[in-house]
């Protein structure tokens, strides 16, 4: 039986990914962790971190098995690192939105961030309020964080500084050498995501050799949670092709 490594967004668990595990558990051992930072895995605030310490741990969980990768947004860009780092373990790739914004011009960084604040600056509870007001926003349209329901709003602040430590790492991050990925890719992007996320998608499906794009015009970045219906059908299939 093959092994499927689904990972899930910046912000949210394992549990993103349950209904994908259920309709792949006929042909895979499935492994849907919570990264660091999640679940049963604390990262405590003020310690720093940095993605390749995420990407080790996903490695260390697969110990030398070769695994079809599935990821969504830094889930995706995890994925990508991972078959940089270990292209060993990888045998297939299905991501959702990674994002993996090195790929973009400094122009096209410039442009497309101006509302997310570089800094995240905790208050005495460790939780900077406007900056995960900005970022939430910046994904889903305005006023979207004061749309959210309190309890998702909880969920996000008990992760903010791990999720903040995320989205500085992978900024400054500078990876340019994707076109090594040799994997079957498969990359889907969401029509309704911001400019600088879809520009990314393109430019990832440009530069990995054989890369197959579907955009799915009509969802936004949560696509993978809001339509699950729509899009796990589609990784399903993608890990199931015979390409590669």
Not at 26 to 33: D, I, K, Q, S, Y
Not at 204 to 220: H, N, W
Request: glycine content about 8%; proline content about 7%.
């Amino acid at each position: 039986m093959r092994t499927a490594l689904l990972i899930h967004s910046g912000g949210f668990s394992g549990r993103q990914w349950r209904k994908l595990g259920e309709a792949l558990a006929p042909t895979h051992e499935v492994l849907a962790p919570d990264l660091l930072g999640y679940g049963a895995n604390p990262w405590p605030a003020p310690r720093p971190f940095h993605f390749r310490q995420d990407v080790e741990y996903l490695a260390g969980l697969l110990r030398g098995r070769r695994a079809d990768v599935v990821g969504h947004s830094y889930g995706g860009f995890l994925a990508l690192q991972l078959a940089l780092a270990h292209p060993e373990l990888v045998e297939r790739i299905a991501v959702f939105d990674p994002v993996a914004f090195n790929v973009l011009t400094a122009e096209e960084r410039a442009a497309g961030f101006t509302a997310i604040r570089p800094v995240y600056e905790p208050d005495a509870a460790g939780v900077d309020e406007a900056w995960l007001a900005a970022f939430v926003d910046w994904w889903n349209g305005p006023g979207a964080w004061g749309q959210l329901a309190p309890v998702t709003q909880a969920a996000f602040r008990a992760v903010s500084w791990k999720l903040s430590q995320e989205v500085q790492s992978l900024m400054a991050d500078r990876t340019s050498d994707y076109a090594t990925i040799a994997a079957p890719t498969t990359i889907l992007g969401a029509g309704k995501s911001p400019l600088a996320e879809r520009q990314t998608v393109a430019r990832l499906a440009e530069m990995i050799p054989g890369a197959r794009l579907e955009m799915f015009a009509d969802l936004p970045h949560m696509g993978p949670i809001t339509a699950a219906d729509r899009v796990n059908p589609t990784i399903a299939a993608a890990l199931l092709s015979s390409r590669g």
